[in-house]
């Protein structure tokens, strides 16, 4: 019974360690896997910046603020010319999106806002 115990602890601490790490990890690494692919565009505003990615037909957009902290209000929007835009928004502290549209070979459009500051970029990407 005392082996089967040591075992199970010595699992948590493995887990526990492993999620502290993951937590520690550079903001960096973070901010790559937020969307998938490439980026293809940045948007910035007084407020903060629209990052754009680009991966086959997909288009991905998420909003972050030039200081994160506070919650305030953002949002994030993406629009494939011919389609309704696919839109997050609320109150966030570190970004609104990401946010994904299958473009194809369309255009888009994208809008970004943190607070009082916003931006939109007109059709890009053809």
């Known amino acids: 019974m005392g082996a089967l115990r040591r075992r199970v ?15 520690a990890a550079p903001g960096s690494a973070q ?35 030039k200081t994160p902290g506070a919650k305030r209000t953002m ?3 993406v629009q494939a010319r011919g389609s309704r835009p696919v839109v997050d928004k609320g109150r966030y502290i ?14 888009v459009r994208i809008k970004g806002a943190v607070a009082g500051g916003s931006v939109g970029s007109g059709w890009i990407l053809c």
């Open 9 to 23: 602890a010595l699992g948590m601490a493995v887990l526990t360690a492993s999620g502290l790490l993951t937590l």
């Open 31 to 65: 901010a790559a896997s937020v969307c998938p692919g490439r980026e293809v565009a940045t948007l910035p505003f007084s407020t903060g910046t629209v990052h754009v990615f680009r991966r086959g037909d997909y288009i991905c957009a998420y909003t972050a603020p």
């Open 75 to 77: 949002s994030v929007s």
């Open 94 to 107: 570190r970004r609104a999106g990401p946010v994904t549209v299958h473009a194809g070979h369309r255009c």
